[in-house]
């Protein structure tokens, strides 16, 4: 996956609001940028951190320009915009990237499902059907070990029991932990920071709800699925 254009670089003064974010890009201009990210984005967000933005033409838009990379201790790479790895993910399974996810030749994306909810990818062949709901992992704690959730999500417990659902049903479902962040060679369910999300996962497992992880090679170029890593439970 492509940058639409070249990223603008910078530094991050502070991001507040939860999706505004001040920076001073190297050329000395001061902006607002938009910050696409609902999470806490702990450990992401460090004052004074090289960070990557795109700039948007559109004349409609309250902020031109979108928060997209940010670099972590001074020597990894992260996207921090959510709406990155669900389209990274649609090209890695389309291109057969994805070992766990051959043999499907209809794939549709944001599809209606559960409780008021839209699955991100839906795939489906003459055998049945997979659902498949992204999550985009950034924080890294500390050798290499990659968490999620980075802060309370009663959605994506939610997300959780619909795919137990989907299960229940007799289709597949598979949660995909998007692993955008350079510097992450494992993951794990952060029950330090939402104990209710790491057992509902466990129960997910339990009831056939399959976990795979990839991590994501980054430049400020684009993105691209590169390997599977460790999930542990």
Not at 93 to 101: F, M
Not at 102 to 125: P, T
Request: charged residues 25%; contains cysteine.
């Amino acid at each position: 996956m492509l940058f639409p254009d070249r990223l603008v670089q910078g530094r991050l003064i502070k991001r507040y609001k939860r999706f505004l974010a001040d920076i001073m890009l190297d050329n000395g201009e001061l902006i607002t940028a938009h910050c696409p990210n609902t999470g806490s984005m702990k450990r992401c967000q460090q004052e004074g951190a090289r960070v990557w933005v795109s700039k948007s033409d559109n004349p409609k838009r309250k902020l031109a320009y979108t928060w997209e990379l940010v670099e972590v201790d001074g020597q990894f790479l992260a996207c921090i915009n959510t709406s990155r790895p669900n389209k990274l993910v649609g090209e890695a399974i389309a291109a057969g990237v994805v070992s766990e996810l051959h043999g499907y030749n209809e794939m549709k994306a944001e599809v209606k499902y559960g409780k008021n909810s839209r699955i991100d990818w839906l795939l489906s062949n003459g055998d049945g059907k997979c659902y498949v709901e992204v999550k985009n992992v950034t924080l890294l704690e500390s050798n290499g070990q990659g968490y999620f959730p980075d802060a309370v999500t009663d959605r994506g417990r939610k997300h959780l029991y619909e795919l137990i659902q989907m299960v229940e049903e007799g289709n597949r479902a598979v949660l995909f932990f998007c692993v955008s962040h350079t510097g992450i060679t494992s993951v794990t369910a952060a029950e330090h920071i939402d104990i209710k999300y790491a057992q509902s996962l466990k129960e997910a497992i339990e009831k056939g709800v399959e976990v795979i992880a990839y991590r994501v090679d980054i430049s400020t170029d684009g993105m691209s699925i590169a390997a599977s890593v460790p999930l542990i439970t």
